[in-house]
């Protein structure tokens, strides 16, 4: 968990640092997944609305539905959470 942890923060640094905002969506996404996955919620949302903001910024209509997706099972997975 922590090295998959670290390398996804470090393609998200990267991203950031070279100025990819093309990628950047794309990597923060796929972190936010990961991080649902671990049950970080708080940090998942953040990369997910970070990853939204460039989306529609940028007019990144089929990273748009990858975030949609990503947010349902956010909502899913806390409100399971929730339950227990």
Do not use: W
Not at 15 to 38: M, N, S, T
Not at 63 to 80: G, R, S
Request: hydrophobic share 35%; glycine share 8%.
């Amino acid at each position: 968990f922590d090295e998959s942890k670290e390398e996804f923060g470090q393609a998200v640094a990267g991203g950031h640092k070279a100025g990819r905002i093309d990628h950047l969506p794309v990597f923060l996404l796929e972190r936010g997944k990961f991080l649902c996955h671990q049950k970080d919620f708080e940090q998942s949302q953040a990369d997910l609305d970070e990853a939204k903001e460039i989306i529609e910024r940028c007019g990144m209509k089929l990273y748009k539905t990858d975030a949609a997706l990503l947010q349902a099972k956010l909502n899913l997975e806390q409100n399971k959470e929730a339950q227990l």
